[in-house]
């Protein structure tokens, strides 16, 4: 199966910037689209960003503006540029195989996610 490792969270001021990355294992993910997605306490997870495997985007209305998505398919990796950003970004961040159109999340297993709090 797949295996996804995501890094780059941590405790940011609100207005500062975080880089998130999500190394994905095999040969495949370049066939792959591939989402962003988070969960806050007591809340369901939600798809933030997408982007095919040829790279078109889209972005949840909250985040359009401040966070950018993309890949690096040489590298097997995905990124979230966060910018602007605001205490209500704090979630817990994954990536994910999505289906692009639904932004539904492909398979079952998730990464351990990465931990994004903006507080002053």
């Known amino acids: 199966q797949v295996q996804l490792v995501e890094s780059g969270g941590g405790l940011v001021q609100p207005g500062g910037s975080l880089r998130l990355s999500c190394a994905v294992s095999?040969?495949?993910?370049?066939?792959?689209?591939m989402g962003w997605y988070r969960q806050a306490p007591g809340k369901q997870r939600e798809l933030v960003a997408g982007?095919?495997?040829?790279?078109?985007?889209k972005y949840a209305d909250s985040v359009n503006g401040r966070f950018t998505i993309s890949r690096d398919n040489a590298k097997n990796t995905a990124y979230l540029q966060m910018n602007s950003l605001k205490p209500e970004d704090t979630a817990v961040y994954y990536c994910?195989?999505?289906?692009?159109?639904?932004?539904?999340?492909?398979?079952?297993?998730w990464g351990q996610g990465t931990q994004v709090t903006v507080s002053s």
């Open positions: 994910h195989p999505v289906d692009f159109y639904s932004g539904s999340p492909l398979g079952d297993y």
């Open positions: 095999g040969n495949i993910f370049r066939l792959y689209d």
């Open positions: 982007i095919t495997s040829g790279g078109r985007r």
